[in-house]
C-alpha cells in the first residue's frame, strides 16, 4: 500500500511558475512508476506526466510537453512536477499516482493508487 499526499498547488498569474510536491509513505518508493493526473472543473481526468523508477524516462502529454518537469528523489520518497508558463488552461487539480512495475503508462487505470489531490488555479 502506498500513501500519496501532494503539495505545493495555489493561485498563480498565467505566465508564472509552480511546483507540485508528492510524498509517498512506502518505503518501495522506488519501485514504483509514478505520475501525475489533472481534472479541470466539469470534464475528466486527464493525463500530465509520468517518470520511471529511476528517473531516466519519462512522458508527458503533449499539451504540457516543454512547459513542465517530472522528476523524483527517490531518498526522500518525492516526485515533484515542476510547471513553468502556466496558462488558464492549466487550472485544475493536479493528483500524484503510482504504479508497480517498469512500465511509464499514461492512462488512469494502470495507476493502483492516487493522492487526495492538490488545486492549481491560473488567473489570466
Known amino acids: 500500500q502506498v500513501q500519496l499526499v501532494e503539495s505545493g498547488g495555489g493561485l498563480v498569474q498565467a505566465g508564472g511558475s509552480l511546483r507540485l510536491s508528492c510524498g509517498a509513505s512506502a518505503r518501495t518508493f522506488s519501485t514504483h512508476v509514478m505520475g501525475w493526473f489533472r481534472q479541470a472543473p466539469g470534464k475528466g481526468r486527464e493525463f500530465v506526466a509520468a517518470l520511471s523508477r529511476n528517473g531516466d524516462t519519462t512522458n508527458y502529454a503533449d499539451s504540457v510537453k516543454g512547459r513542465f518537469t517530472i522528476s523524483r528523489d527517490n531518498a526522500k520518497n518525492t516526485v515533484y512536477l515542476l510547471m513553468n508558463s502556466l496558462n488558464p488552461e492549466d487550472t485544475a487539480v493536479y493528483y500524484c499516482?503510482?504504479?508497480?512495475?517498469?512500465?511509464?503508462?499514461?492512462?488512469?487505470?494502470?495507476?493502483?493508487?492516487w493522492g487526495q489531490g492538490t488545486q492549481v488555479t491560473v488567473s489570466s
Open positions: 499516482a503510482a504504479r508497480r512495475g517498469i512500465l511509464v503508462l499514461t492512462t488512469i487505470d494502470d495507476y493502483a493508487f
